[in-house]
């Protein structure tokens, strides 16, 4: 069974940074687009980055502030957030699909996970 992890989140000031990690389970993440979900308070699940190994897209309000990386050797992707605001509470979620569709990954090929609550407060 294909499955994701996502861990990293946590409670946070703003302006503060933090770094999420989705390591995948029962496959190869470097063989897939991995995105990044977040679910904001009361709304539905909005895709904000997509990465291909050559390439990083982002929701254009992001842009500059999150960045995606991949380590293969490890498994994992990771999401590095900086001068986090508290409008970017939520639950994030990371994704592997077949493609980016603009900054949302599509045709998912793993179960959801649990996702990983961020939360910016002072």
């Known amino acids: 069974q294909l499955q994701v992890v996502e861990s990293g989140g946590g409670l946070v000031q703003p302006g503060g940074s933090l770094r999420l990690s989705c390591a995948a389970s029962?496959?190869?993440?470097?063989?897939?687009?991995i995105g990044w979900f977040r679910q904001l308070p009361g709304k539905e699940r909005e895709g904000i980055s997509c990465?291909?190994?050559?390439?990083?897209f982002y929701k254009p309000s992001l842009k500059g502030r999150f960045t995606i990386a991949r380590d293969n050797a490890k498994n994992t992707v990771y999401l590095q957030m900086n001068s986090l605001q508290p409008e970017d509470t939520a639950v994030y979620y990371c994704?592997?699909?077949?493609?980016?569709?603009?900054?949302?990954?599509?045709?998912?090929?793993?179960?959801w996970g649990q996702g990983t609550q961020v939360t910016v407060s002072s």
């Open positions: 029962g496959f190869t993440l470097a063989n897939y687009r």
């Open positions: 994704a592997a699909g077949r493609f980016c569709s603009g900054y949302t990954v599509t045709q998912l090929t793993a179960s």
């Open positions: 990465s291909t190994s050559a390439d990083r």
